[in-house]
């Protein structure tokens, strides 16, 4: 069945940059975008950027731009989310998430990015 | 940006109950790119209900979406204990992508 494995928990310090990455299987990585959304405590559901895994052409949320890069490896069906210069109001957790024609299905188990000197 | 705004914020109702939730968008989003999804406690959210009205892979019929324009609405017919949970709507017509703030759906 379709699942996405996410990297484990990160502590950054502000300024820093992490990236998590987002390893699919049980579908063709190629054949479906990936999204990433982020939750920060107490807020809505937050959509940062997504990736055509089969051109490699991205899309980012106003918000983050110059701050957020997404990346894929096809050769290991795995996608990547880099934030940078980190702050404290980046503490959330971070979801990657298949996109198809015309929703968002099968979501990654988080992955925590806590923002802390 | 299309801002989604859901109601009530809490619904406290009992197992049997009948539940309604609203998801009204600030602009017109078209049917095929509106979600209802579910989160638990710990868990990711798990999509329910693509496309305003189409239940996804393993989903029961006691869920049901329905809705067009800006005014969209997920009926759970008869609560069953794993169904209290907080729901969020998604409209993926346009970026940016967003989300209702959700619906906590508590146990009366």
């Known amino acids: 069945q379709v699942h996405h494995v996410q990297s484990g928990t990160e502590v950054n310090k502000p300024g820093a940059s992490v990236k998590v990455s987002c390893t699919a299987s049980?579908?063709?990585?190629?054949?479906?975008?990936i999204q990433w959304v982020r939750q920060a405590p107490g807020q809505r559901l937050e959509w940062m950027g997504w990736?055509?895994?089969?051109?490699?052409?991205?899309k980012y949320s106003q918000q983050f731009q110059g701050r957020l890069t997404i990346t894929r490896d096809t050769s290991a069906s795995t996608a990547y989310m880099e934030l940078s210069s980190l702050r404290s109001e980046d503490t959330a957790i971070y979801y990657c998430?298949?996109?198809?024609?015309?929703?968002?299905?099968?979501w990654g188990q988080g992955t925590q990015v806590t923002v802390s000197s | 940006e299309n801002v989604l705004t859901q109601s009530p914020g809490t619904l406290s109702l009992s197992p049997g109950d009948r539940a309604t939730l609203s998801c009204r968008a600030s602009?017109?989003?078209?049917?095929?790119?509106l979600a209802w999804y579910q989160q638990k406690p710990g868990q990711a959210p798990r999509l329910l209900i693509y496309?305003?009205?189409n239940r996804a892979t393993g989903i029961p019929d006691r869920f049901t979406g329905s809705g067009s324009g800006t005014d969209f609405t997920l009926t759970i017919s008869r609560l069953e204990p794993e169904d209290f949970a907080v729901y969020f709507c998604?409209?993926?017509?346009?970026?940016?992508?967003?989300f209702g703030q959700g619906t906590m759906l508590e146990i009366k």
């Open positions: 990736i055509s895994t089969a051109s490699g052409t991205t």
């Open positions: 998430v298949r996109s198809t024609s015309s929703t968002l299905d099968y």
């Open positions: 602009q017109s989003v078209s049917n095929s790119f």
């Open positions: 998604l409209q993926c017509e346009r970026a940016p992508l967003t």
């Open positions: 496309a305003t009205s």
């Open positions: 049980g579908y063709t990585f190629t054949n479906y975008a």
